[in-house]
T-cell receptor, first 110, second 112 residues
Framework: DAKTTQPNSMESNEEEPVHLPCNHSTISGTDYIHWYRQLPSQGPEYVIH???SNVNNRMASLAIAEDRKSSTLILHRATLRDAAVYYC???????????FGTGTSLTVIP | ETGVTQSPTHLIKTRGQQVTLRCSSQ?????VSWYQQALGQGPQFIFQYYREEENGRGNFPPRFSGLQFPNYSSELNVNALELDDSALYLC???????????FGQGTRLTVV
């Protein structure tokens, strides 16, 4: 199974950018990189995904290393509502499975 | 467009019993996946259904089984419950296999 490695926890000050790293050294050429976040007592929520190129959407940006062995989720201005566990996930080429790691718990300091 | 809904929200069962958890997928979504999330852990993939057929399975024993109905709603059945089955069970639906997944709020199962 493809695996991801993330720091257990990170802190950020409110309204500052946050860079959440993820290592996925065993990624295969057709695995997509997905990011989800999970707020307390809720199911995971989609944030962003990509394959090779950097991606931007209204929530965040995803920077993917050239060798695809790592990626970084960028929240441009952290808010208190961004406090959550962020999961970096590999989706296999069949699209049939998501491999969650233990995630990074983000604390946003007012 | 309604979201993914799961029922019940909480459930307490005794070891050895059987349980059925239900999931209504988001409108227009034909792919449903189930996950088990133990306390403090990330979700673990159980299995996935696409158009009423199981098309992916994680490392879970056969006593974890499921169904998907013609309206794409789904059930997760667990037989012979064990204490370690206590977890949050999450259902996620997708429009098709290569799109983002939408998760329900989960069912909190406690086995005593």
């Amino acid at each position: 199974d493809a695996k991801t490695t993330q720091p257990n926890s990170m802190e950020s000050n409110e309204e500052e950018p946050v860079h959440l790293p993820c290592n996925h050294s065993t990624i295969s050429g057709t695995d997509y990189i997905h990011w989800y976040r999970q707020l307390p007592s809720q199911g995971p929520e989609y944030v962003i995904h990509g394959l090779t190129s950097n991606v931007n959407n209204r929530m965040a940006s995803l920077a993917i290393a050239e060798d695809r062995k790592s990626s970084t989720l960028i929240l441009h201005r952290a808010t208190l509502r961004d406090a959550a566990v962020y999961y970096c996930i590999l989706r296999d080429s069949t699209g049939n499975q998501f491999y969650f790691g233990t995630g990074t718990s983000l604390t946003v300091i007012p | 467009e309604t979201g993914v809904t799961q029922s019940p929200t909480h459930l307490i069962k005794t070891r050895g019993q059987q349980v059925t958890l239900r999931c209504s997928s988001q409108s227009g979504h034909n792919t449903v996946s189930w996950y088990q999330q133990a306390l403090g852990q990330g979700p673990q993939f159980i299995f996935q259904y696409y158009r009423e057929e199981e098309n992916g399975r994680g490392n879970f024993p056969p006593r974890f089984s499921g169904l998907q109905f013609p309206n794409y709603s789904s059930e997760l059945n667990v037989n012979a419950l064990e204490l370690d089955d206590s977890a949050l069970y999450l259902c996620a639906s997708r429009r098709h296999q290569n799109t983002e997944a939408f998760f329900g709020q989960g069912t909190r199962l406690t086995v005593v």
